[in-house]
């Protein structure tokens, strides 16, 4: 008789009919393990364990994981391709614990599916990864699918929090042109790095190629949207303080301010010391937080429109008196 009464609570507990704390862990669980698995990729290829194992699926010709031959880099690599079975089986159950509110919360479904399938597809581009020997397109091809996929995730994890319903913006509108401006500069700013980092001494194996660009050059050509994005953020900062707390506005933006600060901290230390492994690995894994804060940011753009009529107001009352 407890096993009979033990099924269905399980099964209410992964898939319920209404956000619970369970759908909420998952959605952190969706971001936390897709900005993770950034920084175990990137030790893989920060380590020279790129090639750790030879060949995809498979370690080896003739074994799935590694032998004691391959040493370090075998076991690194391993290990990393093992960590997506994990991202796999997050996906899964932060898709099953919405899935019934596909009716009420389509977005949900559609967000933690997609999340998903591009991991599946980042395993296999992984792969070719491998069979190319780590040519410097696919690998910055294999990044921006991870930074993609933390967007995603992110997407998902604020849409959890958020009130359903029809949306509407509810700031004014040089707030939220100000706002996707600051989107392209981020993405210009990460495109740039992935190109950086293809000419740059972490290539993932000694024999693998480089992209052939001027390090030095693109080091400066970095900096130009990353500041540009600087400036943009401390706009939008100082615009959110001048909106109602209830738009997750000032809070977002100062993560987004502060991971900023950070980032270009460590990208400062790390171009005058030399490029140290640790260093590269946090600028690497800050860079996809950095998507992550400006996702929320623009998804805290528009509110479900009994939350959105007060501040509606409060724009054309501003838009008449300017």
Known sequence: MSLVRTRPGL???????????WTRVMGWLLVITNIGIVGTGGLVRLTGSGMGCETWPY????????????????????GNRTLTGVLVIVALLAFLSVIRLRATRRELPVLSFLVGLGIIVQAVVGGITVWLHLHPSIVGLHYLISAALVALATAF????????????????????ITTHVTTLAVTVTVVVGILLTGAGPHAGDDAAARNGLDPIFWQHVHSWPAYITLVLTLVLVAGAVRLPRTTGLQRWTGLLLGIELLQIAVGLWQART???IALVNIHMV??????????????SLKAPLANAAPAAEREVAHTEAS
């Open 157 to 176: 994890l604020v849409r959890v929090y958020a009130t359903p319903g029809p949306r509407v913006r509810i700031v004014p509108r040089a707030y939220a």
């Open 286 to 299: 800050l860079a996809v937080a950095l998507v992550a804060a400006m996702v929320a940011v623009v998804m």
């Open 59 to 78: 370690c080896t010709e003739g074994s799935l994981t590694p032998t004691p031959e391959m040493g370090i880099h075998g076991l690194i690599e391993f």
């Open 11 to 21: 099964v209410a507990t992964i898939m319920p009919a209404a956000i619970t704390r």
């Open 274 to 276: 030399g490029l140290p």
